[in-house]
């Protein structure tokens, strides 16, 4: 395959070029790798250009030098040093998962790379050229607070086609990120019988895509076996710090594509419509539904995108995405036409999970009773407080995992609905009510569990597959240090709507809510946003 081109949509490249590039030991991708393990598995993962050499890969050295600077993550500028990454604590991770040693996406990233940048505060990146979130300028020392606000808020006309504007860019565009993928049956070895493998760089927003399903796509353990009962960004404690870091990643790739540097991403509140039925499907925002099939409208700016992943969609959930292949399937989406899902979700519903005083319990999965992670994301019933203990999406889910289900089509394969521009302002809301529960709880790190999770979903797990590594612990915090903030929630997580919210009902949960009683009035809101 390395003597063809391969069209992914907006650009042709042409793979003899990259192979010999390879084969010379020249930069030549964002931030894809290499395969030196030989166990019959689909491979993609994301590193930077400058680390995709012979050289840096089998040394598994990935510390590149930054603009301006002479040595190796700018230790010369007194911004970072290459380091040793040391492994994961992973704690004493459910016994269930009997692939560590083959799935590459385990003891990340050492895989791939054993030495990265060690980047200064408030230094960051690859090779510590960037800033950490929340800090801007030439020396980082530029910090911003920027304000997520509600997309329908009409003091801010300006914020959806904003969005709209710079997803399109992103759509159109291609990534400065790369993705490999690779399998056994089209394996290329150069001259020194060193491996050449095929990748694909994707558009910047397909990217996104790709990235999400990594972390949920099954291990291919050989041609003919998968092992599907693992996740890495759903289904586990991790859930909710993943996507906090997505959704920073997704809307500074924006900021980078647009030059708005004070962009931020709104929030849909799909708890606001008091008929409990989307308020943004339709060709203002993002797109209405023609008919039971999902199709949208021509008119929805999303209506021509072509999408990735989605080619093989029926043969599950949780298939390898080819980020290289550009499906025919368009984005669909067809609400209240999946069985169990009419409206959106009740404010009962989070009014419940609000008063919850534990983020997750035994066994930190979707058998989880009186979790707030387990019920919020969706594998729990917001009844009873009862865990699913079913690894396909039941009609049970509540809330976030609600959403998906009630905009069905697209949105509905979850590890794929990146592929709908709507997940975002689905997300940013998912994090702000994340955000109340954190501050009304006063939730610490230390309500995090450090042991018993699968694999990849302790406190002291990298998250995965994100590179420079961050552990799943550090994203388990207030959003301040982010530099964003939500518009109507203060330093106690206390917002002007919580009497939406008024609810005695806590199920089966009586020993681990806070109050059984409704404590709030909305008086109770301080008008200070922090």
């Not at 353990?221 to 960004?233: C, K, L, P, R």
């Amino acid at each position: 395959c390395v003597h063809e081109c391969i069209n992914i949509g907006f650009h042709v490249f042409n793979l003899p070029t990259l192979a010999e590039t390879i084969a010379t030991s020249m930069v030549i991708s964002i931030f894809p790798f290499v395969l030196v393990f030989y166990h019959f598995a689909l491979v993609s993962s994301q590193f930077p250009t400058e680390c995709f050499n012979i050289t840096n890969f089998n040394d598994k050295i990935c510390c590149p030098t930054p603009p301006g600077a002479e040595l190796a993550c700018g230790e010369d500028l007194g911004i970072g040093k290459c380091s040793f990454i040391e492994p994961s604590d992973e704690g004493d991770y459910q016994p269930h998962y009997s692939f560590i040693s083959l799935d590459e996406r385990t003891r990340w990233p050492s895989h791939f790379f054993k030495y990265g940048c060690d980047c200064e505060f408030p230094f960051a990146g690859t090779d510590c050229g960037e800033c950490e979130f929340g800090y801007y300028g030439v020396e980082c020392q530029e910090k911003k607070m920027l304000v997520r606000r509600n997309m329908l808020d009409p003091d801010y006309p300006e914020l959806f086609p904003k969005l709209r504007e710079y997803m399109t860019w992103a759509k159109g565009n291609i990534s400065d990120k790369s993705t490999l993928n690779t399998s056994p049956v089209n394996f290329t070895r150069n001259a020194e019988g060193l491996v050449i493998p095929e990748f694909t760089t994707p558009s910047a927003y397909d990217y996104f895509t790709w990235f999400h399903n990594y972390g949920s796509m099954l291990e291919f353990v050989n041609s003919t076996f998968t092992f599907a009962f693992i996740e890495f960004n759903h289904l586990g404690p991790a859930t909710f710090p993943w996507h906090k870091r997505f959704v920073l990643m997704f809307e500074r790739m924006l900021q980078k594509l647009s030059g708005d540097h004070d962009f931020v991403i709104p929030y849909w509140n799909w708890m606001a419509p008091e008929d409990g039925q989307c308020d943004i499907c339709n060709d203002k925002y993002f797109g209405a539904s023609m008919d039971n099939s999902g199709t949208l409208s021509p008119d929805a700016f999303m209506a021509d995108w072509s999408t990735v992943c989605m080619c093989n969609a029926s043969k599950g959930n949780y298939e390898h995405c080819d980020a290289s292949v550009i499906c025919d399937e368009k984005v669909q989406r067809k609400p209240t036409k999946e069985v169990g899902y009419p409206s959106l979700p009740d404010r009962d519903d989070w009014g419940f999970v609000l008063k919850l005083a534990v983020y997750d319990n035994p066994p930190y999965n979707q058998y989880a009773n009186c979790s707030f992670r387990n019920i919020y994301s969706g594998g729990g019933d917001s009844l009873t407080g009862l865990g699913s203990g079913d690894i396909t999406y039941s009609p049970i889910f509540s809330l976030h995992g609600r959403v998906h289900w009630y905009l069905g089509g697209t949105m509905a394969d979850i590890p794929r609905s990146v592929n709908d521009p709507i997940f975002w302002v689905h997300h940013t809301n998912v994090d702000r009510l994340f955000e109340q529960w954190l501050r009304i709880q006063g939730v610490t790190v230390d309500w995090y569990p450090a042991h018993g999770t699968s694999v990849g979903q302790s406190r002291d797990s990298y998250l995965i597959p994100y590179f420079p590594v961050v552990k799943v612990g550090e994203m388990f915090t207030t959003i301040a240090q982010f530099g964003y903030r939500y518009d109507n929630l203060d330093e106690n997580g206390y917002s002007s709507d919580l009497q939406w919210y008024a609810t005695d009902r806590y199920g089966t949960c009586e020993d681990y809510v806070k109050w059984k009683e409704w404590p709030f009035t909305g008086n109770e809101y301080q008008g200070t946003v922090v």
